[in-house]
């Protein structure tokens, strides 16, 4: 029964029209209800064609500037970027630095002495003319021990050397008037006559000041021989 | 306006142009199932106002959930917009009181012999006054194993009661409504 029961009320339910049930049921106004519950259509614009061509050409015109502005941008960038790396101490460095070259020449130079100093004659002396050459070296890195660059050397030098040492002829200062017997004895023994002047004339440079007078004849005994 | 006078396209073409927004497609889908889904919401709420408001947001909840529909086949989308519409009448319900309040306070006859005619000879219009005279937690497990075809484990769950309650209720409503049709065919 109560099978048959749920079924006929089914069945009746099934083939019910709305009419029936609620005869003053307005769907239209339902319906304008309902819909403006509902969200609005989103509504396609209609572009024109003409529209579209503009649009095109402004777009190309955009991306192109853009192109442009993007390589320039790229441009300095890679510059930035290769001085960077010039800056960097990484490579090799080569730089110029200068040397020295000594070259003598022999020029005559007054010898100056001081009033209280004994005269003495002049002498030949060699002169090192300094010449700069340039060389280029590596230079060291920076991690490393810092590079020693040598200043140039702009100012010349002046070494004096000594005068090859002339003969001195040997003579006593208490027997000049024995000249002869002692070229007599240099004659015959060469090497006395060396060491003889060796000795005279670290006795000359040993001279007290009190002797000055006595040297002074001994220079023109000398110059006059 | 097109399309509410030739019916030429297909369901699945009515689902895809009601996603899009058009007003016409969404006016013929609510054509097609008005008449079905108001007599649903009226077998749930017997005021008829109520009943028109609670289907209107049915409705309003189907076009918004469309995308959500998956066709399958003839009949689906019927069955997915019907199972909207019990959920809004139970959710209004809820709202409105507790569906069981006072049920269990009638007096229920127990099985009437019931002429299968008097159902036959009753116009849906009395029928349907007969189911609203039910108290709302019986009109409604009636409705869900009925109409609906639900199971006893089903309108427990989606009423949050037990299977024994459901089956208490719904055969309560069915002696009480069994016995208010052979009173109402003796009276005719």
């Known amino acids: ?225 | 306006m097109t399309l509410r006078t030739t019916h030429t396209i297909n369901e699945q073409e009515l689902i895809a142009s009601c996603i899009d927004g058009e007003r016409i497609a969404q006016r013929q889908l609510y054509d097609k199932y008005i008449d079905f889904m108001m007599l649903t919401c009226l077998r749930y709420i017997p005021n008829a106002e109520d009943a028109r408001e609670v289907m209107m947001d049915g409705f309003c909840n189907c076009f918004k959930n469309l995308q959500k529909f998956e066709y399958r086949g003839d009949g689906s989308l019927k069955a997915w917009m019907k199972k909207i519409m019990i959920n809004q009448c139970l959710m209004f319900l809820r709202k409105k009181d507790n569906i069981l309040a006072g049920a269990n306070e009638l007096d229920y006859a127990s099985d009437v012999a019931l002429d299968n005619d008097a159902i036959g000879r009753m116009s849906v219009k009395e029928l349907m006054a007969l189911i609203h005279s039910l108290p709302d937690g019986y009109r409604t497990i009636f409705n869900l194993y009925t109409f609906e075809g639900m199971t006893h484990k089903e309108i427990g769950v989606l009423m949050n009661i037990s299977d024994n309650t459901s089956k208490s209720q719904l055969h309560k409503a069915k002696a009480l409504l069994q016995k208010t049709i052979l009173d109402h065919s003796k009276n005719n």
């Open chain 1, 1 to 225: 029964m109560g099978t048959d029961f749920e079924k006929m009320m089914n069945d009746k339910m099934e083939n019910a029209s709305l009419h029936d049930v609620l005869p003053g049921f307005d769907k239209d106004q339902a319906w304008d209800e309902l819909s403006e519950k509902l969200p609005a259509k989103k509504k396609r614009r209609v572009v024109p064609v003409w529209w579209t061509h503009a649009a095109a050409v402004v777009a190309g015109v955009l991306i192109g500037s853009v192109a442009i502005t993007t390589i320039l941008n790229n441009d300095d960038k890679q510059a930035e970027q290769q001085v960077t790396i010039a800056n960097k101490p990484v490579a090799p460095q080569v730089i110029v630095k200068t040397d020295t070259v000594y070259v003598t020449k022999e020029v005559e130079v007054p010898v100056v002495q001081p009033v209280a100093a004994p005269l003495q004659p002049v002498q030949k002396q060699q002169v090192v003319v300094a010449q700069q050459k340039e060389v280029a070296q590596p230079v060291k890195k920076k991690d490393q021990a810092p590079a020693i660059v040598t200043e140039t050397l702009t100012e010349e030098k002046t070494v004096i050397a000594k005068a090859p040492v002339k003969k001195v002829k040997p003579v006593h200062l208490l027997d000049i008037e024995n000249e002869d017997r002692n070229t007599a004895l240099y004659q015959s023994d060469p090497s006395a006559k060396v060491r003889s002047g060796f000795a005279l004339q670290i006795s000359a440079e040993r001279l007290p000041a009190s002797n000055q007078h006595a040297s002074s004849i001994f220079h023109g005994f000398k110059k006059s021989k």
